[in-house]
């Protein structure tokens, strides 16, 4: 039997395909959806994209069947396998070097991929989530960014609507206590990320104390491939002298800001390649950084350097 051909998009770029049938249409229309649940599940596009695939490849064999309710048995089906994949990642990450983040992603309307538009998750939220079990991420991410019942969720993981309500009482209590619930509208969370970074570029340490919250917390993700801090980094003293440290080793390097994740992020270049992205988590005055997650492991910006080009523009520390 041949392999069905795929609707879904090869990882070296987009390609023209031919659709042979309905079937292929229905993946078609709920594939964002399907990319955007799988994705705050997982944290990663390469992981992503396998589900995604794979969650093709289970449609396609019963394309020949009665589908009543497409949309709900696809988001079925990628669901069980990103819990799959899940766990195999977990696993694998206990040999991880250093501090493990999630791969971040383009989001806005100037996203060249269409896939990755739909609202993310922050990236502050996703390394909460990395705190749940499979299956409370599973429920968390359904109920409180795809607003799914709890009668909807539990058709989904075969599970009793009151094992459900459980299990999204116990996620929600656990995201709460590592992240009270507060509401920063971007031009604040802008304006802090500037500030931020205009004292991290001059290496100013007064400025930077100033700017850091003094519960911050710094990730560093260079998986071991890149010079990066091997634990994370607490307090607004030590946060503050590692950034000023790094700022007076780098050499010139261009910034430019996007929007990571659906907040305020910034790339590095050095010598025209893509470096680093970094997020900055706000804290609820809206005047300071209280997270700082930044991405250094090229195996995490492959997406990012295929879309973001450096600017005329230098910055020198």
Known sequence: MDTPVSPWKDRAGPQDRPLPDAGSEDFLHHRELLFSIVYNMLGTVADTED????????WASVQDKEIANPRAYLVRIAVNHALSQMRRARRSRESYIGPWLPEPVLTGPDTPDSAIRTESVSLAMLVVLETLTPLQRAVFVLREAFAYDHAEIAAILGRSPAAVRQLAHRAKERVEARRPRYDLDRSTQRIVTERFLDAAIGGDLDALMDVLAPEVVMWSDGGGKRRAA???????????????AVSARLPTFDARPVQINGGPGVVLFL???????????????????????????????????????????????
């Open 51 to 58: 589900v995604v695939q794979e969650t093709w490849l289970s």
């Open 271 to 317: 010598g025209g390649t893509l470096y680093a992205a970094a997020v900055f988590d706000p804290a609820p005055d809206g005047e300071r950084v209280r997270g700082i997650y930044g991405l250094i492991n090229p195996d995490k910006l492959g997406r990012l350097a295929e879309s973001v080009h450096p600017p005329a523009a230098r910055l020198a520390p």
């Open 230 to 244: 091997l634990r994370v980094v607490e307090g607004r003293d030590k946060v503050a002298r590692l950034v000023a």
